[in-house]
């Protein structure tokens, strides 16, 4: 008898399991299965050839890595399952006889999940752990705002809210953050965590509204949202140990929270001083924290020769350490229209001051008053009340600050002005992508003036200075806007002046040619004569070439051909964004500066 | 025997005395029927006594003296005389029965008064029947009714006859109340108490007269719930002792207690308090990080999830103006609902006036919850990504510059054929060229001036024509149908030709001793060209059993090599001028061969078919490699002195 080989015996029919038959190898129901997926994170795979993975089956089918089961299978947690489908059955048994002391009974011996061993199964090394916290962070900040609802109870959103404020805490002690930008969705953050770099998103408020079971499953992210709450916690306590921070946090009392103290409940106290993000907190050797400036020499370390990279690193380290400590020495009054959280976080984590409105939440140090105070952040167009000694400037200058790394002058941002684009920070340079001009001049470190907008700045100025001044000073506005116009009108008289000439270079070629063969004509007697150039024309050079370049295409091999051909459309339509987002862009900053003429040609008779 | 007499004189006896109570009773037992079970002993039937009767009779029977048998004839016989016969000494001898009257009624009626009624009662004989409760009519048959204390048999009084009968009621004032006893067949007088239990019976009431019919009734078992329960069984003992299995219970849970497995329910729900109120415990989880046994664990091959793609300049609250949709691009956008993956973007870019304006997203949970599916459920896998640019799939092609100079015009027309020009060969010093055609003939060409300088009939149509290499020879090859021909050009210089055409003036003598083999024979015939042939050129005719395709020269000149079409196994067959001597070296067949060429310098034979090329080494006589070459048809083939070889398709 000859032992034939069979089909799907060996190979890839055999390294992969459909999902159905992965739930009766482990016996469990679909929706446990869900969740031990979850937990344990094990995910479908993309077979190479999905009709031997099938077994000839036709259909796409959720493939799993059949080792991957195999590994599941041995997960203790799944006798947990087991014992908790036990546990509902005879609670829904006591419960239908009416034998509530069994109830009672049950409820005591409820079986309960433990993942710390999950943790560190799915997250051999701290670091693992650390780059997979993007998702993490995420749905625990957006859990952290939920009301109570049918799979989130009070207590699971309490604990996503306690973890990230843990974690923002160790953010602003470490100062790790890096960037950070406002966007429709939520603000974005991006932090540099042993070495890793983690971005989440904080949400704007409320992001919470109903939804339809067949929109959101609120249980199949709250079992994620239980996995990443222990996986937080754990790198919180590791974090926090890093740094020499008491853990769980712990902040110094002062005599004047004592006083606030007997007034309320004691965790209530410690945990909203905690949520106000505005102390720092405990070290483990009772002494209040402070940032200090690590001194790490990195002259020391050479991972390439190559001179430039390096002094490329040492450059970013630079930026690094002053952005580290941006605000420092800055004292801040956050207004209370402002979004109190994101700011004071943002504030806090370069080192600035900061407090509020004491009516507005817990935690504030110092009010308004303060003489002290260089800047105060508010989010409307006039305040009754104001003060000389402070820059009242809208929050956006805080992130667009950050962003750039470096202070930006405040005047863009004052009180009730028109905000430049708030830019995003996440973009990178690179072919077939189009920058807007206010980013190409915060790349070359140049302050962007926009034609129009820089007029505007001039008027601003001098509005701002002439503020206090009860009068206007007419002659000098418009001696300025007059100045302003003839800048103007110099530019684009040099950019014609360039075109003509490019033109007129052309027409003097032609005109050498012309004389040149007149000249033979006239000449025709043997003669040595100089040598001329050979002129090549430029249009025919394009020609040439692009006809050279119609032969490559037809030469590249028949293998290759698809993919040129994808990569070529893939670059025409970048170009074609680009072009179309400079051209509105165009359009926009015509419209823009005939609207401003338009109504400085108003303003100007009515002043006359 | 006087025992046995006296006996039955006593039965007799109380036969007598007992039949008329028994009538008497007739009526009154019929009456009873119904109350029989309540009066045990007392009823008893007419029939029964009867049978007893006959039971009597054959019990005498049984004790077998003659006498007696004749007495019992007689007795039988005489029937009622025999009785009222015996009457007759009942008065005198009525002690034992009066005794046994007395016995079974202690209140007798007055007049019934006897010596035992002081009370001594010390050698009364006790009379009862030890058979037990059973159905009397079993002892039918027999003369005794049972046996006694003594476990003497109670032998069946005598049955009296009517006239007995008769004259006991009329003697006896008790008559009418006795009544024979069926287990011990004794008359029995029924007492005042006994009558007026019947009589009650009789009349359908409750036998017990002291019983109160209308005493007020007391509800023991109502819906009140007494203090000690009231119940109709006793309480079992077991109810009374400590249970042995809530003792094992309980003195497990007093050791789990002890042992500090079981927590009370109190301190177990301080705890939980405690617990829940503190939140989950966390603790330094990575402290031996990088442990080797953690590591190993795990999914196997695991593909990290890509992290989602950070924000663009579009997203901002603030966007630069540009990015902002205009009319037509928010209503392509709207179109696009049904296709959303060929959006733009899949958000609506606003521009907010300040921060505090901006709302929550609508989309922020279903974009987590997308994710969230995506983490578990996409399948993953690895892609390479691309690093190239378009511009490195571009061959390098030569400028057309660099490849100059090139003929760009015609020179020359070499005319004179009037058909299809098949092939041509150059001579080896380059002056002329031959060609070979369709219109039967060969003709030489100068190759500066264009002239015809040589025009050779062939016969047939000429495939492949070839220049002798060597440079002492003048001497072309041609295949021409199946003909090839050995021709000299005629043309170059004369020492040259004069030294060929001596060279294959005369054909070399044929060696007996070689033996040509029979495959060859039959392919090949080498002839001597002569007379007309000579003068046009023709030296040497070699005629194949097929049409040719080619014919080569080898380097040295002597040798040549042909391609047979269609020649199967002997599709090349190589030629030696100067022996006329033809050689097959392959026996098999592989393939239909195109070309075969020989090497310039080494000793080596390519032989082309359809799809590869064989190169043999002419020494060693074996195959020393094979190539693929990938083309679907080979037609021609070339080989440079070096390591190359150029193929036609």
Redesign the interface.
Same mark, same amino acid.
């Given at each position: 008898m000859v032992n034939r080989k069979k089909k799907y015996e060996a190979g890839t029919a055999q390294r992969y399991i459909t999902r159905k038959s992965a739930m009766k190898k482990l016996q469990l129901t679909l929706k446990d299965f869900?969740k031990m997926?979850?937990l344990?994170?094990?995910?479908?795979?993309?077979?190479?050839n999905r009709r031997k993975a099938q077994k000839g089956k036709t259909g796409v089918k959720?493939?799993y890595?059949a080792?991957?089961i195999k590994?599941l299978s041995h997960e203790p947690m799944i006798w947990k399952l087991r014992e908790y489908k036990i546990f509902a059955r005879r609670m829904g048994r006591a419960r239908a006889i009416r034998d509530f002391e069994k109830v009672h009974q049950y409820i005591?011996s409820h079986p309960t999940l433990t993942l710390?061993h999950i943790?560190?199964?799915?997250?051999?090394?701290?670091v693992d752990?650390v780059?997979?916290m993007?998702?993490c962070l995420?749905?625990c900040f957006?859990f952290s705002t939920f009301p109570s609802i049918k799979h989130v109870r009070r207590?699971f959103s309490a604990?996503c809210r306690?973890l990230t404020v843990e974690f923002m805490h160790y953010v602003m002690a470490a100062r790790a953050l890096r960037k950070v930008?406002?966007?429709?969705?939520?603000y974005?953050f991006q932090a540099d965590i042993s070495g890793q770099t983690v971005?989440w998103i904080i949400?704007?408020?409320?992001?919470?509204?109903p939804?339809s079971k067949d929109?959101?499953?609120f249980r199949?992210?709250s079992t994620?949202v239980e996995f990443y709450?222990?996986m937080l916690?754990?790198i919180?306590?590791?974090l926090y140990?890093s740094l020499n921070l008491y853990?769980p946090p712990k902040f110094p009392v002062s005599s004047k929270d004592a006083e606030n103290k007997l007034l309320v409940d004691q965790?209530v106290f410690v945990s909203e001083r905690i949520a106000a993000l505005n102390s720092n907190l405990l070290n483990s050797d009772g002494s209040a924290n402070e940032y200090v400036e690590e001194e790490f020499d990195m002259d020391d370390i050479h991972l390439t020769d190559d001179p430039e990279k390096i002094a490329e690193a040492r450059e970013e380290r630079d930026k690094v350490k002053n952005l580290k400590t941006l605000f420092k020495g800055l004292k801040v009054f956050v207004g209370r229209?402002?979004?109190r959280e994101p700011v004071v976080f943002v504030l806090r984590c370069f080192g600035a001051e900061v407090s509020w409105d004491p009516l507005l939440f817990v935690g504030s140090t110092f009010d308004e008053h303060d003489t002290k105070i260089t800047h105060q952040i508010v989010?409307?167009p006039s305040l009754d009340r104001t003060y000389l000694s402070r820059y009242y400037v809208?929050?956006?200058w805080i992130f667009d600050s950050v962003n750039a790394r470096k202070l930006l002058p405040e005047v863009d941002y004052l009180m009730g002005k028109?905000?430049p684009?708030?830019?995003?920070p996440?973009?990178i340079v690179r072919d077939g992508q189009y920058q807007?001009p206010?980013?190409q001049a915060l790349r070359e470190g140049v302050p962007f003036k926009p034609q129009v907008l820089e007029e505007e700045k001039s008027e601003d100025e001098e509005e701002s200075e002439n503020d206090e001044e009860a009068g206007d000073d007419d002659d000098k506005e418009e001696d300025v806007n007059s100045d302003d116009d003839d800048d103007d009108d110099d530019d684009d008289d040099d950019d014609d002046d360039e075109e003509e000439e490019n033109e007129d270079s052309d027409e003097d070629e032609d005109e050498e040619a012309k004389a040149i063969s007149s000249k033979e004509l006239k000449v025709k007697q043997m003669a040595v004569k100089a040598g001329e150039l050979a002129k090549e024309n430029p249009r025919q050079q394009q020609i040439d070439e692009a006809a050279?370049?119609r032969?490559?295409?037809r030469?590249?091999?028949r293998k290759?051909r698809k993919?040129?051909k994808s990569?070529?459309k893939g670059?025409r339509s970048r170009q074609h964004e680009i072009n179309l987002?400079?051209k509105?862009?165009k359009a926009?900053d015509e419209e823009t500066k005939a609207a401003k003429k338009k109504t400085k040609k108003k303003k100007q008779p009515a002043d006359k | 025997m006087v025992r046995a007499a006296s006996k039955r004189k006593a039965l007799a006896e109380t036969r007598v005395k007992e039949a008329p109570k028994i009538e008497s009773l007739k009526l009154s037992e019929k009456e009873l029927e119904n109350e029989e079970d309540l009066l045990g002993n007392i009823a008893s039937s007419d029939d029964d006594s009867e049978d007893s009767d006959d039971y009597e009779s054959s019990e005498e029977e049984q004790l077998g003296d003659e006498e007696e048998e004749e007495e019992e004839q007689s007795n039988e016989e005489t029937g009622d005389s025999a009785n009222s016969g015996g009457s007759d000494y009942e008065s005198s001898d009525a002690g034992p029965s009066r005794e046994l009257i007395s016995e079974a009624n202690e209140e007798l009626p007055d007049n019934d008064k006897d010596e035992y009624e002081s009370g001594d009662t010390s050698d009364e004989e006790d009379l009862r029947n030890t058979v037990g409760k059973i159905p009397m009519h079993w002892y039918d048959d027999y003369p005794l009714l049972g046996y006694d204390w003594d476990g003497k048999p109670i032998l069946k009084p005598e049955r009296r006859d009517e006239l007995d009968n008769f004259l006991k009621r009329m003697e006896d004032p008790n008559f009418w109340r006795t009544i024979r006893d069926p287990s011990t067949g004794q008359d029995v007088i029924l007492n005042e108490k006994d009558l007026a239990l019947i009589k009650r019976l009789q009349e359908r009431k409750i036998p017990n007269p002291d019983h109160e019919e209308y005493k007020p009734w007391v509800d023991w078992f109502s819906s009140k719930v007494m203090t000690t329960a009231l119940r109709p069984i006793p309480e079992s003992k077991k109810s009374f002792l400590p249970s042995r299995s809530e003792r094992e219970k309980v003195s497990k849970m007093v050791h789990a207690l002890k042992m500090g497995w079981r927590v009370p @329910?109190a301190e177990?729900?301080a705890q939980r308090a405690k617990e829940?109120?503190e939140?989950?415990k966390?603790?330094?989880?990575?402290s031996a990080?990088?442990?080797d046994e953690?590591?190993r664990?795990?999914?196997?091959?695991h593909?990290?999830?890509p992290? @989602?793609t950070? &924000?663009?300049?579009a997203?901002?609250?603030?966007?630069?103006?540009?990015?902002l949709f205009?009319e037509r691009e928010l209503e392509l956008w709207h179109k696009q609902s049904e296709t959303p993956w060929k959006r733009k973007w899949h958000?609506v870019?606003?521009k907010?006036?300040?921060?505090?304006a901006? &709302?929550?997203?609508?989309r922020?949970?279903?974009?987590?919850?997308l994710?969230?599916?995506d983490?578990?459920?996409?399948?993953?896998?690895r892609k390479n990504k691309?690093t190239i640019?378009?511009e490195d799939?571009?061959?390098?092609?030569p400028?057309p510059k660099d490849l100059q100079p090139f003929p760009t015009a015609q020179s020359l027309i070499y005319t004179g054929h009037s058909d299809i020009v098949r092939t041509i060969c150059p001579d080896p010093s380059g002056q002329f060229l031959v060609s070979g055609s369709d219109d039967c003939s060969i003709r030489v060409w100068e190759v500066s001036t264009g002239r015809c300088l040589k025009i050779i009939a062939a016969g047939a149509e000429v495939s492949s024509v070839a220049w002798n290499p060597s440079s002492h020879l003048s001497l072309l090859a041609v295949a021409a149908g199946k003909r090839l021909l050995i021709c000299s050009p005629q043309v170059g210089s004369t020492e040259k030709l004069t030294a060929t055409d001596e060279l294959l003036a005369v054909p070399p003598e044929v060696d007996s001793t070689t033996v040509v083999p029979e495959r060859v024979q039959t392919a090949v015939k080498w002839e001597q060209a002569e007379g007309k042939d000579w003068d046009d050129g023709h030296r040497v005719v070699v005629t194949h059993f097929k049409d040719l395709k080619q014919a080569v020269w080898h380097g040295r000149g002597d040798y040549l090599a042909v391609v047979v079409s269609e020649g199967l196994n002997r599709s090349v067959i190589v030629h030696q001028v100067s022996k006329r001597r033809s050689q097959i070296p392959f026996n098999k067949a592989r393939g239909l061969v195109q070309a075969v060429q020989f090497h310039p310098v080494r000793p080596m034979l390519f032989v082309a078919t359809q799809r590869s090329i064989r190169i043999y080494d002419l020494v060693k006589q074996q195959l020393v490699k094979k190539l693929m070459t990938g083309s679907a048809w080979i037609s021609s083939m070339a080989v440079h002195p070096g390591k190359l070889v150029f193929l036609g398709k």
């Open positions: 869900r997926c979850i344990k994170g094990i995910y479908p795979r993309e077979p190479s959720t493939l890595h080792k991957d590994f005591d710390d943790v560190r199964e799915r997250y051999p090394t701290f752990a780059r997979d993007d998702d995420t749905l957006m207590d604990l306690r930008f406002i966007s429709i969705k939520g974005y971005t949400p704007h408020v409320f992001p919470y509204k939804e929109d959101v499953d199949i992210m994620f709450t222990v916690g754990f919180n306590f590791k140990h853990y965790d229209e402002v979004p989010d409307r809208q929050p956006q028109t905000l684009p708030h830019l995003s996440f973009t807007p206010e980013e050279q370049l032969l490559r295409e030469m590249i091999a290759h993919l040129y990569m070529m670059r987002l400079t509105k862009r926009i | @329910r177990l729900e829940k109120e939140g989950p966390f603790f330094d989880l990575w990080d990088g442990d953690m590591k664990r795990g999914i196997i091959d593909i990290p999830a992290k @989602r950070l &924000p663009g300049h997203e901002s609250y603030n966007p630069p103006a540009e990015y205009n958000f870019p606003q907010f006036p300040s921060l505090r901006v &709302p929550a997203y609508p922020f949970v279903k974009e987590r919850f994710r969230c599916l983490l578990y459920m996409a399948p993953r896998t691309l640019q378009a799939l571009l061959p390098e092609l400028d």
